[in-house]
T-cell receptor
Framework: SQQGEEDPQALSIQEGENATMNCSYKTSINNLQWYRQNSGRGLVHLILIRSNEREKHSGRLRVTLDTSKKSSSLLITASRAADTASYFCATAAGDSSYKLIFGSGTRLLVRP | KAGVTQTPRYLIKTRGQQVTLSCSPISGHRSVSWYQQTPGQGLQFLFEYFSETQRNKGNFPGRFSGRQFSNSRSEMNVSTLELGDSALYLC?????????????FGEGSRLTVL
């Protein structure tokens, strides 16, 4: 089973609104990353947060991490039509397995 | 700096055939990892190569294999293709091991098995 599960599976918002996506995982992690994928293309790295960090910002992105709840959230503020994409969280296990496990993704549609 | 290059971008094969996909990482990156993406199973980790050695493998049958060359370029091979192998195969490179930082992905190789 996948390490990370995302919620919601799909999200439709108006341009200018904020979008929040959540990710839950099962085991201890070394870090958690968020990626964006435009339809059928490669993934683009957005942000990485380490297990000892609680919040991180990058431009219009804000990521939080709660290791006690094994969850993370990605907030995109003032969304734009160009933000339309699928968003995935990926967790790097805290053990020596060196696997990167992706969540099921959230499909975000930003309506102009 | 050139990004990650995957070839071919699209290919069609029939059941029972084999396929080889290629990935050229970003210059200086030592780790190459491979992922399979399907609508049903999502993104699944296949394997990681670091310094020409397979360091880890996901839950895939032995029909899936790969290698890494001394210049860090990597190939993955799928033998005896099955319909369920139809997928987008993504390659990613990173400076060090995959759990240490950012991955840079290629555009993928879309495989259709008929």
């Amino acid at each position: 089973s996948q390490q990370g599960e995302e919620d919601p599976q799909a999200l439709s918002i108006q341009e200018g609104e904020n979008a929040t996506m959540n990710c839950s995982y099962k085991t201890s992690i070394n870090n958690l990353q968020w990626y964006r994928q435009n339809s059928g293309r490669g993934l683009v790295h957005l942000i990485l947060i380490r297990s000892n960090e609680r919040e991180k910002h990058s431009g219009r992105l804000r990521v939080t991490l709660d290791t006690s709840k094994k969850s993370s959230s990605l907030l995109i503020t003032a969304s734009r039509a160009a933000d339309t994409a699928s968003y995935f969280c990926a967790t790097a296990a805290g053990d020596s397995s060196y696997k990167l496990i992706f969540g099921s993704g959230t499909r975000l549609l930003v309506r102009p | 700096k050139a990004g990650v290059t995957q070839t071919p971008r699209y290919l069609i094969k029939t059941r029972g055939q084999q396929v080889t996909l290629s990935c050229s990482p970003i210059s200086g990156h030592r780790s190459v990892s491979w992922y399979q993406q399907t609508p049903g199973q999502g993104l699944q980790f296949l394997f990681e190569y670091f310094s020409e050695t397979q360091r880890n493998k996901g839950n895939f049958p032995g029909r899936f294999s790969g290698r890494q060359f001394s210049n860090s370029r990597s190939e993955m091979n799928v033998s005896t293709l099955e319909l369920g192998d139809s997928a987008l195969y993504l390659c990613a490179s990173s400076l060090n091991r995959i759990n240490t930082g950012e991955l840079f992905f290629g555009e993928g190789s879309r495989l259709t098995v008929l």
